[in-house]
């Protein structure tokens, strides 16, 4: 097995833990049968493109983010952003600031 499946198994698991749901709800959502998404995360199986595109639908986030393995949480990063839009340039910066600050 590949470094690369691995990642998609572990990845799949990982946002599937963070959503509080199981191998089975997953599947079940995805509209497969129940052992869809065991058999993705076992090593037996790995999702087709369209498959891992229906995945990241469901978790909300791009392939992009999918792969990122810098972002534990892209769930949170989005409504970060949706959060940001609503807010005036004073308040982004000041906001910015305090990142930069948490980042030292």
Do not use: W
């Not at 199981?22 to 599947?27: G, V």
Request: aromatic share 10%; glycine share 6%; hydrophobic share 35%.
């Amino acid at each position: 097995m590949s470094d690369y499946e691995k990642f998609v198994r572990d990845r799949i698991t990982q946002l599937r833990l963070r959503k509080g749901i199981s191998e089975y709800q997953l599947s079940h959502d995805l509209g497969h049968s129940r052992s869809y998404i065991y058999n993705i995360t076992s090593g037996k199986a790995l999702p087709p493109l369209a498959g891992l595109f229906t995945i990241c639908e469901y978790f909300d986030i791009t392939p992009r983010e999918f792969f990122d393995d810098r972002l534990s949480s892209p769930e949170l990063i989005h409504k970060a952003v949706d959060g940001l839009k609503c807010l005036g340039d004073d308040d982004i910066l000041m906001i910015l600031q305090y990142i930069n600050r948490l980042k030292k």
